[in-house]
């Protein structure tokens, strides 16, 4: 336990808390007694109230969200709180391997290689968009000739097919004008029968 005078830092006092977690004093309570159970201590003044500090309120939200969590309980919560709050030691920092000249000129003339092979590539796709374009604009033009042939067979379909409709209704015509001058001999005939009889018989 360290005493409050010890501390320039702001403290919050237990209602405070509870004001800006939102939470009861006795919850605070309740969890600053489990969090000094895993071995977290807090500052106390010369009445052994506790004062907590802005690292304190943090793990206090900690732990609120954590026992929110489903499948963790209070205790989970409490000792995941404690583990992430420990003093994590400072790893060496290892200083930079500076390349030697050989290794700069290896990696100048891998660059240069593929750059190279990449401004390769962009040519060969220049040309590829040269030769579909060529393509495409060649079977536009197949379709075009293709399309102003089936309009022509078409039109000359049509033409023959009305040419045949034209020839039927003349021989429709002639056959029936056949049929009306069989039928005009046949009554002249028949008239000049009737006369030769009378004539004949004297009636």
Not at 4 to 13: A, F, G, I, M, R
Not at 68 to 76: S, V
Not at 94 to 109: G, K, M, S
Not at 169 to 194: P, R
Request: glycine share 2%; aromatic share 6%; proline share 2%.
């Amino acid at each position: 336990m360290e005493n409050v005078t010890n501390y320039s830092e702001k403290l919050y006092w237990t209602r405070e808390v509870a004001d800006i977690l939102d939470i009861k004093e006795g919850t605070v309570r309740k969890y600053a007694r489990m969090l000094e159970d895993q071995g977290h201590s807090f500052l106390r003044n010369e009445h052994d109230q506790r004062g907590f500090l802005e690292k304190d309120v943090i793990m206090f939200k900690q732990l609120i969200v954590l026992s929110k969590t489903k499948g963790i309980t209070l205790e989970d919560a409490v000792n995941t709180v404690i583990s992430r709050n420990k003093a994590i030691p400072v790893k060496p920092v290892t200083p930079p391997v500076i390349p030697n000249i050989e290794e700069l000129e290896r990696y100048n003339e891998r660059h240069k290689e593929v750059l190279s092979t990449l401004l390769s590539l962009r040519n060969e796709n220049e040309e590829l968009r040269n030769v579909v374009k060529e393509l495409s604009a060649r079977i536009d033009l197949q379709q075009k000739v293709f399309q102003e042939c089936f309009l022509k067979q078409e039109e000359q379909l049509t033409q023959t097919f009305q040419q045949v409709q034209d020839m039927q209704q003349l021989m429709t015509n002639s056959l029936q004008q056949v049929q009306e001058t069989h039928q005009l001999i046949a009554a002249s005939t028949e008239e000049k029968k009737k006369g030769f009889l009378a004539k004949l018989f004297g009636t």
